[in-house]
């Protein structure tokens, strides 16, 4: 089965709270694959990019689990991002990113990638 694109609607942070944007629902009894590419910039000047790959899956109907250990994220930030933290994460049956960024700091993420199911 073919890999589709996504593009994930802007998700913004004001504080050092997660904000989870999700992506694609992991099928009953599958496999769910996310490559994604994120950048996130604030109004100061300050930008960060990376690049994360990580397989969740399903067993019958329970709740999805990533397999293995997730890959080293590929990551260029600016100093003033250094804080700032992004993971692949699971949200209910949901496998999306998870974005932290800092507080009193207005950050805006963008996301694309692909993504592959199977079932």
Excluded: C, H, Y
Excluded at 23 to 40: E, S
Excluded at 97 to 105: D, L, M, R
Aim: net charge positive; hydrophobic share 55%.
């Amino acid at each position: 089965m073919p890999a589709n694109t996504f593009a994930l609607p802007q998700l913004t942070t004001t504080t050092a709270t997660p904000v989870f944007g999700g992506i694609l629902t992991v099928p009953a009894a599958g496999l769910a694959r996310l490559d994604v590419l994120v950048a996130a910039r604030a109004a100061s000047g300050d930008m960060s990019v990376w690049r994360l790959e990580r397989s969740a899956k399903r067993i019958g109907t329970a709740a999805p689990v990533f397999i293995g250990t997730a890959p080293a994220a590929i990551r260029e930030n600016d100093v003033g991002a250094a804080a700032w933290a992004l993971v692949v994460a699971l949200s209910g049956n949901v496998i999306g990113i998870q974005a932290t960024g800092a507080v009193g700091v207005t950050i805006f993420w963008r996301a694309t990638g692909r993504v592959l199911t199977t079932t």
